[in-house]
Nanobody
């Protein structure tokens, strides 16, 4: 059973920064794509950022220029560096991984709160 475990969520002041981590229970080389999705209260889950095994990232328009996704194969982890945070970023953030066999995995989520 593959597991993705998020950490790093919390409360931050608007304009501040936060780094989310996603630790995988297996070699992340097995994931073609890893990424982050978020779900705000009362909203649908939406894509935030994804990154390929080769390191090519894609971002939602709402976070371009503010967020940076990365992955560290040695640590079997993916990260989301979030800068210039604003109240619109308040959500539960979920780690995502698409394995090379096509199976998708999700973490349980970590809450990000931004104060005005």
């Amino acid at each position: 059973q593959v597991q993705l475990v998020e950490s790093g969520g919390g409360l931050v002041q608007a304009g501040g920064s936060l780094r989310l981590s996603c630790a995988a229970s297996e070699n992340i080389f097995m994931f073609n794509t890893m990424g982050w999705y978020r779900q705000a209260p009362g909203k649908q889950r939406e894509l935030v950022a994804v990154i390929s095994r080769g390191g090519s990232p894609n971002y939602a328009d709402s976070v371009k220029g503010r967020f940076t996704i990365s992955r560290d194969f040695a640590k079997n982890s993916a990260y989301l560096q979030m800068n210039s945070l604003k109240p619109d970023d308040i959500a539960t953030y979920y780690c995502y991984g698409e394995r090379i066999n096509g199976v998708e995995y999700w973490g349980k989520g970590t809450l990000v709160t931004v104060s005005s």
